[in-house]
């Protein structure tokens, strides 16, 4: 996974500069998060990989028919150099660089039971603290998860989890 965001964050960040550039940021959001869910799927995926396929064929796909010329041409460059599969990556890290330039920060917190709201208020607050951001929470069950929380916040990911903390000790113990 972290070879393909490795892979993909040359491409966000040029669509990003670009798009901010034109004032088009929303638009390209909006574009890239579609063409991201086409290539999660397998049939999608094995499409792209079909060297009887034209290039001209992948673009129309990827970008639809009310994207502008420039998108198009972002596509036609992933589709050239065999990318198009990195789109996820390319559209999660678009709107990692577009929160990081609006200030604000959506975090996802992973925890074994559902949250109170003053548990999500006080959560809220503390990392809006630490990043001096807006914080945007969405919260996830996790039944696998035995106790606490795990929060993905940006780069930062807080383990609180109980098993997180067992991982730890066990990793003390025998190390």
Not at 28 to 40: E, I, K
Request: net charge negative.
């Amino acid at each position: 996974m972290s070879e393909l965001i490795t892979l993909a964050r040359p491409y966000a960040k040029a669509a990003f500069e670009f798009a901010k550039g034109e004032s088009a940021v929303d638009q390209w959001s909006q574009d890239l998060l579609v063409a991201a869910g086409l290539a999660q799927t397998e049939e999608i995926l094995n499409y792209f990989g079909r060297p009887d396929v034209l290039e001209d064929d992948l673009v129309r796909l990827v970008s639809g028919e009310n994207s502008t010329e420039h998108y198009q041409n972002f596509v036609r460059l992933l589709a050239q150099n065999d990318r198009l599969s990195l789109l996820p990556e390319v559209a999660e890290l678009f709107q990692y660089y577009l929160e990081q330039d609006s200030q604000s920060l959506t975090v996802d917190v992973f925890s074994a039971v559902e949250l109170t709201d003053a548990q999500k208020q006080a959560m809220t607050e503390a990392l809006s603290r630490r990043t001096g951001k807006q914080i945007s929470l969405q919260t996830h069950i996790d039944a696998d998860m035995m106790g606490g929380a795990r929060i993905h916040c940006g780069d930062l990911v807080i383990d609180g989890s109980l098993r997180g903390k067992v991982d730890r000790l066990k990793t003390q113990l025998f190390n």
